[in-house]
């Protein structure tokens, strides 16, 4: 019986270091996988960090290498050139950013707690927009503009913002407000609050995650946004111009920053830190934030 137990044991401890030595194996070969993605995705970005730094005969010689040989950091100086058209950019993104996720929750607010005639084909009709493409509406939205005279003026790119955000937005707030309890409203009724005390006291406190949510999304996506301002600034002035469409003109017009890449690649930097610094700060909140009910214990 001695012997029985013994040749058990030692099959028991064999079987733990098999399976041990497949864990251990499996998790290098997916480390290893991961790691090599991961150069693969940060290489480009490798490359424009270090050229920023380079010095013009390093970037503009044929010689291509990842690592500069002196560095110069002035060429970030080129964003000084930009500061107005910075603002312009700032101005843009900081109106979109509020009154985006903030119509789409006075829009949503009706269509989640309360009850009206035409209430479900009022709603259809804002998610078969959804359908639509953008480019379709492109052509539309500029000549209106053209016609009330916003083409050539930073309006162009915020008077969208104070028309309910967007159906996507709308449809993500009111799935959002259909999860808090209908006796909030009741109660607040019943001690004599408006509906519009209901929706900015109750309601919007608890919806701040997917605010912000939104929020966020917008500021990167008018951050990052080229086609607009090419749309509907490019008649207008240069003190109109955004900073991606002033970049553009540069870049197209002067054969200075065509051929001096160091500078190029350190606007591009400048350029790509805000939507970055954005995500690394709110990522949990990004991807989370939806995902917390209405109500906190």
């Known amino acids: 019986m001695t012997t029985d137990f013994y040749t058990c044991s030692t099959q028991l401890i064999s079987s733990s270091r098999r399976k041990a030595r497949k864990t251990a194996l499996d998790y290098i070969v997916k480390y290893a996988v991961a790691l090599l993605l991961l150069c693969v995705v940060l290489l480009p970005v490798a490359f424009m960090l270090f050229q920023s730094v380079m010095s013009y005969p390093e970037s503009s010689g044929l010689e291509m290498h990842l690592f ?62 959804v359908m639509v493409p953008a480019s379709v509406l492109q052509i539309p939205t500029y000549t209106m503009y053209a016609t009330v005279g916003l083409t050539g003026k930073l309006a162009s790119l915020w008077i969208q913002s104070f028309f309910g955000g967007g159906a996507l937005n709308i449809f993500l707030v009111i799935q959002f407000m259909r999860t808090l309890p209908k006796e909030l409203d009741e109660a607040a009724l019943i001690d004599g609050a408006s509906l519009f005390r209901i929706f900015a006291v ?27 301002p090419l749309m509907y600034l490019a008649t207008g002035s240069e003190k109109s111009y955004t900073l991606a469409l002033k970049f553009y003109v540069d870049y197209t017009n002067s054969t200075y920053l065509s051929d001096h890449y160091n500078e190029m690649m350190a606007m591009v930097v400048c350029m790509s830190l805000p939507p970055v610094a954005l995500f690394l700060v709110f990522q949990q909140r990004m991807i989370g934030g939806i995902k917390i009910g209405g109500l906190k214990d």
């Open 202 to 228: 109750i309601i919007m406190p608890l919806v701040f995650n997917v605010f912000v949510y939104i929020c966020i999304n917008t500021v990167i996506a008018q951050w990052m946004d080229f086609q607009g």
């Open 68 to 129: 500069p040989h002196s560095f110069q950091p002035s060429n970030y100086k080129i964003i000084l050139d930009y500061l107005s058209q910075l603002g312009n950019t700032l101005l843009v993104v900081a109106i979109n950013a509020f009154f985006i996720p903030l119509t789409a929750c006075i829009t949503a607010f009706p269509f989640a707690r309360a009850k009206f005639i035409g209430k479900k084909v009022a709603f259809a009709i804002i998610l078969a927009t």
